[in-house]
């Protein structure tokens, strides 16, 4: 049977059980695909209780930190790693991470150090409101990118980041242009996953489920998050993850 470990990462001065509903309903739903499941919350910023300067200070170092080539200081990605490595994984699991705002920092930070300590495949990562940093390209196939879309610019246009999160930092990139003049490029380190999800509210609400957070149809914040990350999850745990 599969195993796998699904860890969900929390932000900046996250409630206890903010993401709990969620986690029960990925783990629930990874159970009805044949999985054997352990799933945890973890707060590698620390919870609502720990100073709110501190985690900032923290998470601004971890988005700088993205925008460089070299990760291995990061400190949320730091614990999370701690904390994966301090458990006895079972053999043969499979590593899922799920961060929310700081905690998408952290879960990509960590998959890149364990990948290059375990080498094999990278874990899934899925990125909700999360700041924008440099992808390596050694996660881009892996990771998802959600973000709370808002009205487009224009009938044909892009959809703007409802969260304000999700407008800090960039994936652009310098590259070589027409004779050899840098030309900025806006994806350059963009995961191959980005999804803009039609919630009702912000950086707050992706996994309410509650009146005023349901639609016109019916589904409310949490349903829509999960249906995004389920269909994906679909493709990226299967041997060999495709576009």
């Excluded at 709110?52 to 400190?75: F, H, K, T, Y």
């Excluded at 929310?100 to 930070?109: D, M, N, P, T």
């Excluded at 300590?117 to 990771?143: A, F, K, N, T, Y």
Aim: aromatic share 10%; with cysteine; net charge positive.
């Amino acid at each position: 049977m599969n195993k796998t470990g699904l860890y969900l990462l929390a932000g900046f001065r996250t409630a206890p059980h903010f993401m709990e509903r969620f986690r029960a309903v990925l783990h629930a739903w990874l159970e009805e695909e044949g999985w054997t499941v352990h799933s945890e919350l973890l707060f590698p910023y620390g919870d609502w209780s720990r100073g709110a300067v501190r985690q900032l200070w923290e998470i601004r170092r971890d988005i700088r930190a993205g925008m460089r080539r070299r990760r291995g200081r990061s400190i949320g990605g730091g614990r999370t790693l701690d904390s994966l490595l301090a458990r006895e994984r079972r053999q043969g699991e499979k590593t899922i991470l799920i961060g929310h705002s700081g905690g998408g920092l952290a879960a990509l930070h960590a998959a890149e150090r364990l990948l290059a300590l375990e080498g094999g495949d990278p874990c899934p990562v899925v990125m909700i409101g999360s700041p924008r940093v440099r992808i390596p390209e050694s996660l881009r196939r892996s990771v998802l990118y959600l973000y709370a879309g808002g009205e487009p610019a224009s009938p044909a246009g892009p959809f703007k980041p409802a969260d304000p999160v999700c407008r800090l930092g960039t994936f652009g990139g310098w590259t070589a242009g027409a004779r050899r003049w840098p030309l900025w490029t806006a994806d350059k380190h963009a995961p191959a996953h980005i999804r803009a999800l039609p919630i009702i509210g912000g950086h707050a609400d992706y996994f309410r489920e509650r009146e005023p957070f349901v639609n016109a149809e019916g589904r409310s914040n949490l349903e829509i998050t999960f249906d995004a990350v389920r269909s994906w999850l679909k493709t990226a745990l299967q041997p060999a993850a495709v576009d």
